[in-house]
């Protein structure tokens, strides 16, 4: 089969699409793609200005381009609130959400709520908003939550008594971002799980870049083991609209499944064209699926309302 490119994108006219962190690397590369394929984007920045310039840009680079800027600060659970309500009064219908927005590798931080930042900002802050805009999902048909993970989850461990590193108890940057990936596949699934059990017409997919080109690596860069890496990395490293395919794809082919993880195929998944890949085997453990769920419900005060309204 031929592979799938930018191309491939349908025509979005009349379709909403939320992406989280969508003022930079593969966000911005995919709001733009969005745009471009005339979808409304909603940029959901924790920095309006940031929004700005990423809004003027993709209008620069697409000037029929339907795009806007909402404040969202994943580290923040009112924030988080404050995003949905403003969103459900103002359109109350979402095709696509693609939670997309993330940190790695940042020194030990707490978020607002006081939870361990990379999991805070990467799993907490999405589950949180996913529930939030649960409504606006499924007002939507065939509507889709996309979830962007790494191959850095096949580091992670899930360690329920001590999931935040309290008080940095047994934390190191990669460890936590690695757990935070880890708990983005663990979420992909279980929601698939529960939106086939309460026959929602909404589909949970996963996604990772490989390795691309972005902001991401800032915390990182400057370790040893990063530096020695660098030849090779430079190799395979996609730019940033390469490693946006994967969860394009994951967000608009009509011939994805709900619990699919879609990636780059060549150079051991870290670049090529998207296609269906495998992730861990934790990744997939029903068990800590649904722990995970538990403590994410307790920890944001969040529940998912399942009944169709
Ligand atoms: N690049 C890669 O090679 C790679 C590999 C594997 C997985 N990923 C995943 O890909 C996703 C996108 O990363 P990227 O490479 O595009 O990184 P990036 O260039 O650093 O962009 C990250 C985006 O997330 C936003 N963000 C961070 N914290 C936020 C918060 N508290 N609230 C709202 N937005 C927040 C950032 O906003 P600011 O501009 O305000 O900081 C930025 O827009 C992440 O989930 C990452 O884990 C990337």
């Known amino acids: 089969m ?7 994108i349908p025509n979005l006219q009349g379709r909403v699409v939320v992406v989280t962190g969508g003022n930079d690397g593969l966000g911005l590369e995919s709001a733009k793609a969005l745009a471009r394929n005339e979808a409304e984007v909603i940029l959901a920045c924790r920095s309006t200005e940031r929004g700005e310039v990423a809004q003027r840009e993709i209008v620069a680079a697409v000037p029929h381009g339907n795009v806007h800027v909402m404040e969202l600060d994943l580290q923040d659970l009112a ?9 459900n ?26 939870f361990e ?20 999902l499924k007002r939507a048909a065939r509507s889709r939550v996309v979830t962007v993970s790494s ?10 008594d001590n999931l935040l590193f309290r008080d940095g108890r047994g934390y190191t940057p990669l460890k936590a971002y690695g757990r935070s990936k880890l708990a983005n596949l663990l979420f992909t699934y279980e929601l698939q799980r529960r939106f086939e059990r309460h026959g929602i017409d909404c589909i949970s997919v996963a996604a990772h870049p490989g390795a691309s080109q972005t902001n991401l690596g800032r915390h990182i860069e400057k370790a040893l083991v990063m530096r020695l890496l660098e030849p090779v990395l430079r190799r395979v490293v996609q730019d940033p609209a390469g490693g946006a395919l994967p969860q394009l794809r994951a967000a608009v082919d009509p011939e994805v499944r709900g619990g699919e993880y879609y990636g780059p195929g ?13 992730s861990s085997r934790a990744s997939r453990s029903l068990r800590d699926a649904r722990r ?16 169709v309204t």
């Open 2 to 8: 031929a592979e799938w490119t930018a191309n491939d």
């Open 79 to 87: 924030s988080i609130e404050m995003f949905a309500n403003e969103f």
């Open 89 to 114: 009064e103002r359109s109350g219908r979402l095709d696509v959400l693609l939670n997309n927005a993330g940190i790695m590798g940042t020194p030990y931080g707490v978020t607002r709520d006081g």
């Open 117 to 136: 930042a990379q999991m805070g900002t990467n799993h907490l802050g999405h589950f949180a908003l996913t529930g939030r805009l649960l409504r606006a």
């Open 151 to 160: 191959s850095a989850h096949r580091t992670g461990t899930m360690r329920f």
């Open 266 to 278: 060549r150079f051991h998944g870290m670049s090529g064209a998207p296609v269906a890949v495998r």
């Open 292 to 307: 995970l769920w538990q403590e994410s419900e307790k920890l944001t005060g969040v529940r998912y309302e399942w009944a």
